[in-house]
């Protein structure tokens, strides 16, 4: 599989080459002459994670196109074919029966078009009409121009969707002096969504000044792109918004529904990770899908941004869900950067785990989404440690005897007097 190279940019960047260390609009440092290094193989591998994914080797950041196809789990994933640190980014993809236990495959998009010629960042799939997945991906055109760009299964009998093939009309949505989008904050579409009306919307992370803005696109045929006047959403002071996600919960239960559902049944969330932050928060509201705006319940309005709620407070990051119509739940996906230093990355030859997948639903106040790992992982579970009840206090120490700490996985069942239990 070819990789075009970006060498040729090289005598562009050269005077500002002299650390390696290149700043660039997204969120990572590019370090150009560390991309290509392979890692030490005689390095032991004490923190290779046993049951989190990632693939064999090398750099990964956000998950991609998550999808459930003729049985198989489908991920797609930022990652670097050549290295342990950010750079000549492309597709990877990996299959599943269960969420846990994953298959790399060849990778599904890299550049080959002028539309992503120097890039091919997140996106989302769509199952359209007739069970048939379209990808729809951030380029980066030869311009350096962020731009919006699909992709189709070449073979739809193939459950392994080995293959995909690129529009000739990509791109199919970009940065023009009429509509004013800044060609540098322009990227991450999400999944499409049906309104009543019969067209298709999505949504794509941008900001102006620091307003950050999801801003609305819909289509007939999914071809075809028009910008909506308003964005779905934005808010004042919060920056670039980075991958997106958008879709419905109902306001009973813990079923997941499709993502087009609109009815007095479910409420709507917004997800947006800050770029500024570098952490994913989450907004519940009203989704009015004549006006196509979204209006967040009170205690989300924008001058909260602190108080906003965040899916997870360790290191996690550009998230994103899909409906999983087999088992009809709701799956969240995130990237924990987990932040060794570049040279570690390089010595141990991987940087980048996504967490285990979580079923995620509202809770019953209507205030909060409630998230669990997936029911798969349970499957992993050998050699249970039982406790008795036990009140923790802070700060007490509380040691387990007989297991290893590299592979333990706590379960803990935490009740709260702010909550009717969390259950
Ligand atoms: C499509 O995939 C099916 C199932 O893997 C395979 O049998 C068939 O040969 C493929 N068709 C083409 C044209 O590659
Ligand atoms: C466009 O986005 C880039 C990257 O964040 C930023 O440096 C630039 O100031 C933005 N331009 C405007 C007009 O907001
Ligand atoms: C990832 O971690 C590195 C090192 O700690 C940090 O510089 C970078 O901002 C982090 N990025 C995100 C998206 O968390």
Not at 118 to 139: E, R
Not at 265 to 284: A, E, G, M, N, Q
Not at 291 to 309: R, S, T
Request: some cysteine.
């Amino acid at each position: 599989m070819t990789i075009l190279s970006t060498m040729w940019l090289m005598p562009l960047f050269t005077f500002i080459y002299v650390n390696g260390i290149l700043p660039i609009e997204a969120t990572h440092h590019v370090y150009r002459n560390l991309q290509s290094l392979s890692s030490d193989d005689s390095f032991k591998q004490p923190y290779r994670t046993a049951y989190h994914f990632q693939p064999p080797k090398n750099w990964i950041n956000d998950p991609n196109g998550p999808l459930s196809y003729k049985g198989l789990y489908h991920l797609f994933y930022q990652y670097n074919p050549k290295g342990a640190v950010w750079g000549n980014i492309v597709w990877a993809h990996s299959v599943s029966t269960d969420l846990v236990n994953w298959t790399p495959l060849d990778p599904a998009i890299f550049p080959s078009q002028p539309s992503d010629i120097n890039g091919c960042w997140s996106g989302s799939a769509t199952i359209l009409h007739g069970n048939k997945p379209a990808i729809l991906y951030t380029g980066i055109d030869p311009m350096n121009h962020q731009v919006q760009n699909i992709a189709y299964p070449k073979n739809l009998s193939d459950p392994f969707l080995r293959e995909w093939i690129k529009s000739p009309k990509n791109p199919l949505m970009e940065p023009t002096s009429e509509n004013k989008i800044n060609a540098s904050s322009f990227r991450d579409p999400t999944s499409g969504w049906l309104g009543k009306d019969g067209n298709w919307r999505i949504i794509i992370g941008s900001k102006r000044n620091t307003r950050g803005i999801a801003i609305l696109y819909k289509s007939k045929d999914f071809i075809n792109w028009i910008k909506s006047k308003h964005p779905l959403h934005s808010a004042k002071g919060t920056g670039m918004w980075e991958c997106p996600d958008f879709f419905p919960v109902l306001k009973i239960g813990r079923f997941g529904v499709d993502t087009s559902l609109n009815s007095d049944d479910v409420r709507h969330v917004l997800k947006v990770s800050l770029d500024d932050k570098k952490h994913d928060y989450y907004l519940i509201g009203t989704y009015n899908d004549e006006k196509d705006k979204f209006v967040p319940d009170k205690g989300f309005e924008e001058e909260n941004i602190e108080q906003i709620l965040r899916y997870d407070y360790g290191k996690y990051y550009a998230s994103k869900t899909f409906f999983d119509d087999g088992k009809n739940r709701r799956i969240l996906l995130g990237w924990v950067n987990e932040s060794s230093s570049v040279a570690d990355d390089i010595k141990k030859g991987w940087s980048g785990i996504h967490t285990i997948p979580r079923t995620i639903w509202l809770h019953k106040s209507g205030k909060q989404l409630i998230q669990w790992p997936v029911v798969e992982v349970e499957k992993l579970r050998v050699n249970p440690v039982k406790w008795p009840t036990k009140i923790l206090k802070g700060g007490e120490l509380f040691p387990i005897n007989g297991v290893t700490a590299a592979q333990v996985s706590y379960v803990f069942f935490y009740y709260h007097k702010s909550y009717n239990a969390i259950f």
